[in-house]
């Protein structure tokens, strides 16, 4: 099965602006999708396909992709974004019909 | 309001098993294809298994091959997860989601339930 790699942990002044990359194969097939969870919370589905967000995300957050890369941007950062996120996407690698993850991204928020 | 519900879980002894639900609510179910994801303490997410709509195609990660079973009853607007031969390695927070297709190249998971706890111990 495929990888989607992650930097383990990111950290942001609050306000400023902040990425959060998404690496691997799968991603030159399928755009990733991406998650926030807060502490003992579910995963909330924060941006999807090319630059899609659910109906209540703050626009600060936008989604970008480019080869085996898919990128994660928050603009202005807040104290709330706070949380660890995860990019996934379906897996390019055998049947197309299963799915992986990243590894989780914590940010924190200075 | 759309929404999934999952229960079941609890405390279990290496090699047991164990049966997961998940309810849906708000929405169509049968025209969804919809999985389950699991979370280690303190660990990522793992997407462990999906269904199709008709319940016809069914995949699994490989560490559970062979030891869980996915099913679902459109008319009972229910999911499962039948786990058996638990190891320890299997304790998470067990999470159903339903699956979206935007088209082609862009799938994603647009509600997920609060999940319920599985823990392999003796």
């Known amino acids: 099965s495929s990888e989607l790699t992650q930097d383990p942990a990111v950290s942001v002044a609050l306000g400023q602006t902040v990425r959060i990359t998404c690496q691997g194969d799968?991603?030159?097939?399928?755009?990733a999708s991406w998650y926030q969870q807060k502490p003992g919370q579910a995963p909330v589905l924060v941006i999807y396909g090319k630059n899609n967000r659910p109906s209540g995300i703050p626009d600060r957050f936008s989604g970008s992709s480019s080869g085996n890369t898919a990128s994660l941007t928050i603009t202005g950062a807040q104290a709330e974004d706070e949380a660890d996120y995860y990019c996934n996407s379906r897996d390019s690698s055998g049947n197309h019909l299963n799915w992986v993850f990243g590894g989780g991204t914590k940010l924190t928020v200075l | 309001e759309v929404q999934l519900v999952e229960s079941g879980g609890g405390l279990v002894q290496p090699g047991g098993s164990l049966r997961l639900s998940c309810a849906a609510s708000g929405f169509t179910f049968s025209s969804y294809w919809m999985s389950w994801v699991r979370q280690a303490p303190g660990k990522g997410l793992e997407w462990v298994a999906n269904i199709k709509q008709d319940g016809s195609e069914k995949y699994y990660v490989d560490s559970v091959k062979g030891r869980f079973t996915i099913s679902r009853d459109n008319a009972k607007n229910s999911l499962y997860l039948q786990m058996n031969s638990l190891r320890a390695e299997d304790t998470a927070v067990y999470y159903c989601?339903?699956?979206?297709?935007?088209?082609?190249?862009?799938?994603?998971?647009?509600?997920w339930g609060k999940g319920t706890t599985v823990t392999v111990s003796s």
């Open positions: 989601a339903r699956e979206m297709d935007c088209g082609g190249d862009c799938y994603y998971m647009d509600v």
């Open positions: 799968s991603l030159r097939s399928y755009y």
